[in-house]
């Protein structure tokens, strides 16, 4: 019979990632651990994961690029040119 231990992860954790500015989101094929407690039991949905033991969501990196509403500025202008002094 295997026994499984978790542990908790320490509170400077959270508090290192703060500091350094992550965007942590969810990885589909990868091992994720939770921000919040540092376990890694996922419920897993289409836009956001969300930690089986503190609740925590995570956006997933599938999710952060498509559906409405969800458009990434390049930077460039968006003018339409003036097609009536081209004509």
């Not at 376990?39 to 952060?64: D, N, V």
Request: charged share 15%; net charge positive; aromatic share 10%.
């Amino acid at each position: 019979m295997s026994v499984l231990v978790f542990e908790r992860a320490t509170p400077s954790f959270a508090a290192g990632l703060a500091q350094r500015g992550h965007h942590i989101v969810y990885r589909a094929n990868e091992s994720n651990h939770c921000p919040g407690c540092g376990r890694s039991h996922w419920f897993i949905g289409r836009l956001s994961a969300e930690c089986g033991f503190c609740g925590t969501a995570l956006p997933l990196t599938e999710s952060l690029s498509t559906g409405a509403g969800m458009f990434r500025c390049s930077g460039r202008s968006h003018a339409l040119p003036d097609f009536a002094a081209a004509a």
